[in-house]
């Protein structure tokens, strides 16, 4: 008989199979806030609780896991813009301070006031943006769990997952549309 580590590895290939992306590497922890995948390393995380859900739920789950595995580009190069959008952000006060004449007020406080100009006008939108990009890349990974899974176990994965708090609504009300 297989250990529960054992059953996720294999699901974990399978669905990798069925997408046709080499599996990500699969790393089992004691403490965690749930599983995910870290498009970084290329692992998906499972804690303790994850392995102990119904089988159902399990294979949804490691599913969309493996989904999100599937858009390691597009999260890696949302990492790198964040990176390159924040180095852009501290170099650009950095840049006029090395430029700006000697005077202290010049030196100092312009700078340091375009830097909270420019935070101040980006931050809201940056927001927005990341709240939006993570949703359609949850709402992917469903759909991409659905084709796994089929779309009927699915949404009752997630109708199941929304009553214990872990799913929100759209991605619910994405999966009734799918199943329509």
């Known amino acids: 008989m297989e250990t529960a580590e054992q059953h996720v590895s294999r699901l974990v290939a399978n669905d990798a199979a069925a997408l ?7 790393r089992f922890v004691a403490t965690n806030s749930g599983p995910c995948y870290e498009a970084l390393f290329d692992r998906i995380e499972v804690d303790a609780r994850t392995l102990l859900l119904p089988e159902p739920l399990l294979r949804l789950v490691i599913a969309h896991e493996v989904a999100h595995a599937t858009q390691r580009r597009a999260l890696l190069l949302d990492f790198a813009w964040t990176v390159l959008g924040v180095a852009a952000l501290i170099a650009g006060p950095c840049v006029m301070f090395a430029a700006w004449p000697d005077e202290d007020l010049w030196r100092v406080s312009v700078p340091g006031a375009v830097f909270a100009f420019v935070v101040a006008m980006f931050f809201k939108a940056w927001r927005a943006h990341g709240a939006r990009r993570a949703i359609a890349l949850e709402l992917d990974a469903d759909a991409k769990a659905a084709l ?3 779309a009927r176990p699915a949404l009752q994965a997630l109708e199941e997952m929304t009553k214990r708090g872990i ?3 759209i991605r619910l009300q994405a999966m009734r549309e799918r199943c329509k």
């Open 167 to 169: 799913v929100d609504e």
């Open 20 to 26: 046709g992306i080499a599996p990500p590497v699969v």
């Open 148 to 150: 796994i899974c089929g």
